[in-house]
């Protein structure tokens, strides 16, 4: 089933790019996700005032939050309620959308190399079989795009989803 999807990826980067309403969006990934923020009682916030309409392929927009937002939830610090907060900015000929977390964070230097390929974990305290960043930097690549991470442990991390205009 991994490799149906990464080949169906592959296959269809030139897919339909249509015209995307961030906090649609966004609710719709929130309704997915809805059993799991519930339980984690995780506050998600937005701000899409800079850009709130994105031209892109709609099923990896819903991937990539979907991923991010999940991964925020999962790798949340045990001794605080998570904080997800999510906006768009707007960059010479990027649009950029950002999700930090305060979740337990990574050491970069010891996983930046490995941190989005396929299958790789580095938090096995929670079910997972490591291939939600691998999706989320080969969507955006398909697309033009590109991902960026800052993130120190215990502190929580920040994902950069950079979308070509």
């Known amino acids: 089933m991994d490799l149906n ?21 966004l609710e ?13 009682k995780a506050s998600i916030t937005s701000n899409f005032s800079e850009v709130n309409i994105l031209r892109t392929v709609k099923p990896y927009l819903d991937s990539i939050l979907h991923n991010l937002l999940s991964n925020a939830i999962k790798y949340r ?7 997800i907060h999510i906006q768009s900015k707007k960059e010479e000929n990027e649009v950029c959308i950002v999700i930090s977390d305060n979740g337990l964070g ?11 390929n396929l299958y790789s974990r580095f938090h096995t305290h929670v079910e997972g079989k490591g291939m939600g960043l691998y999706l989320v930097k080969t969507q955006l690549t398909a697309m033009g795009g590109r991902v960026e991470i800052d993130s120190e442990v215990d502190k929580g991390s920040t994902f950069k989803a950079y979308f070509r205009l």
């Open 106 to 116: 990574m050491d970069l230097n010891l996983v930046q190399d490995k941190l989005f």
């Open 28 to 40: 719709m990934v929130k309704e997915n996700l809805e059993s799991e923020i519930i339980i984690s």
């Open 77 to 83: 610090h045990p001794n605080r309620l998570p904080e």
């Open 5 to 25: 999807k990464i080949l169906e990826l592959k296959k269809n980067n030139d897919s339909f790019i249509t015209d995307v309403d961030l906090n649609a969006e």
